[in-house]
């Protein structure tokens, strides 16, 4: 049955889990997806073949050809095909779509007529899905919908924040800039690649967006892009309703919440590329920086007014977020911090419980 996990004899099943669309997002989702103890995946699509169907077929995942992909190409390549995308819908309790911008809108056609759940990404319009969804934000009120949309990287680490904030202090406004990453690492077309272009619509899309999760929240985003590859920075500026005392206790509220990773001052993190070189020491995904990144120094308060930096991993926030969305669709978990501390034990990622974190100590030397 659509929209709850499927049982066999009395027993919860491993659900059937396809991705559509294997770039960048869709082969993290893939890979995070056969690293969950309740989900296999049964295969991705491509539409032509390419380094990364290779890879796909390496790693042992079915291939589907999707779009206006020809099979005969993939074998003249040497790469098995499994069927068509209609073929992988057939196979599977739900899809992530993860398929380049406004593709999504058209898939859904095709996912509804089969009755299938769909997670959408956050290139798609909100109107795209029932619901966004941000996992700290918002996974009570997912509970059950056919479809959601994953918010954005900018977004997710914005909603993830407010989810941190909001509760603790209450938010009275928030004004954020977002230093954006111009391409992600693989992309070789896209720019600026000497220059800073801010964007002149204001706000920028970010802040509607964020309110897609959290219809109240009073929030004004501008944004410029810059010439990197590794990762977004926001400067945030919040004005809090019922401040803490101390900045100490925001440091605590954030490093005591799973997804965020903080750096002290004596690990010597001056910006992204130590951030990213942190993670390629990690190992986790593909090598992969998932947490909203802080900087304990880079977290200031005076009286009402907090000021924090963060950093955002554009390739890899949404994954985590993807497996909790498909937990919400089919109803696999009973709420957003159970799910969550099951992805990211499957994904290695620190685990930290309502208890209190149980993540790797991070002493000084
Ligand atoms: P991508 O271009 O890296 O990957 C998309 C893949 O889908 C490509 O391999 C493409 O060949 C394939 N594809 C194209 N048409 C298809 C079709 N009809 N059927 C199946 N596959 C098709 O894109 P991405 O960066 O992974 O982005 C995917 C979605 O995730 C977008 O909505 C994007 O806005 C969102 N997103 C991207 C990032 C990021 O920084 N890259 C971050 C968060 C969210």
Redo the contacts with the bound molecule.
Sequence with gaps: MPGSAPRRRGRAMKVRVAV???????KRVADAVTKQPDMVLVGI????P?F?ARSAAEKGYALFV??EGRAADFEAAGLKVAGT?PDLLARADVVVD????R??S??RAIYSKRGIPAI?????RADVAEASFSALGNYAACRGKKSLR?V??NT?GIARAVSVLEPRWGIESWEATLVRRAA?P?ESKRGPLNGIVPAFHLPSHHGPDVRTIYPDLPIVTTALVVPTTLMHVHANHVRLKKPPKEVSEVVRAFGETSRFHLFAPWEHVDGTPQVMEYARDRGIGFNDMMENVLWEEGIHLDGGELHFFQAIH??S??VPENIDAIRAVLNLAPDGPSSVEVTDRALGLPVRTRSGPRGPARKPP
Excluded at 45 to 48: L, Y
Excluded at 98 to 101: I, L, R, S, V, Y
Excluded at 120 to 124: K, L, V
Aim: proline share 3%; aromatic share 6%; charged share 20%.
């Design positions: 559509n669309g294997y770039g960048t997002i869709g699509s491509k539409t032509r390419s990364e999707a779009g995308v993860a398929t380049p911008d593709v999504g058209e898939n959408f990404q956050g290139g798609e994953v954005s990287c997710t992600d693989a554009q390739e926030i949404v």
